[in-house]
């Protein structure tokens, strides 16, 4: 039922991001509402059910796009190590790392989709695609974060913090 779930939103985003989006650009960009949407999923619900998410949501992302077909998969493919690193944190919150996994991601979608757009011959000026494309891209995805995080936080489903203990991920070191 959470993966039915998971389409309906990532479709829906994925329609959003087509159809209301491009109206909607300060700073010159539009927000990347699919990438929000994997990354809030991948914070809140955990890296496991993330793995399977963000395929879904990239599908999705690139059945309503012009970009070559896996495109979205790629760009998407580090939100699991992004948020599986901040999860290595000492605070108790998830949104602040749902924020610096969304730039985090951000950046790491621009700079994927510039390689790819490359190696199928388009021509890109790099240092223009980083100045004006991804560089905005990743505050205006993070000012958008909070639209989707904290309904999502309100509704998921968790077990009570001294049932399943600390949140946080520990590390060996």
């Not at 970009?67 to 999860?87: C, K």
């Not at 309100?154 to 600390?166: D, E, T, V, Y």
Request: charged share 10%; with cysteine.
């Amino acid at each position: 039922m959470k993966y039915a779930v998971a389409v309906i939103f990532a479709w829906a985003f994925a329609l959003l991001d087509v159809a209301a989006m491009p109206f909607l650009h300060p700073l010159g960009v539009s927000p990347d509402l699919v990438l929000i949407f994997a990354v809030c999923w991948a914070i809140i619900r955990g890296h496991d059910e993330a793995m399977i998410v963000i395929p879904i949501c990239a599908v999705m992302q690139d059945l309503t796009t012009s970009d070559p077909v896996g495109t979205s998969l790629l760009g998407l493919a580090p939100i699991v190590p992004l948020a599986v690193a901040v999860r290595l944190r000492e605070i108790e919150s998830d949104f602040l790392p749902a924020i610096a996994t969304v730039m985090g991601a951000s950046i790491c979608y621009g700079v994927i989709s510039m390689i790819v757009l490359g190696a199928t011959g388009q021509e890109i000026a790099v240092f223009q695609a980083l100045c004006r494309v991804v560089l905005p891209s990743i505050v205006i995805n993070a000012l958008f974060t909070p639209l989707i995080f904290l309904p999502m936080h309100w509704i998921s489903p968790r077990p009570p913090a001294w049932l399943q203990g600390s949140t946080r991920l520990r590390s060996s070191i």
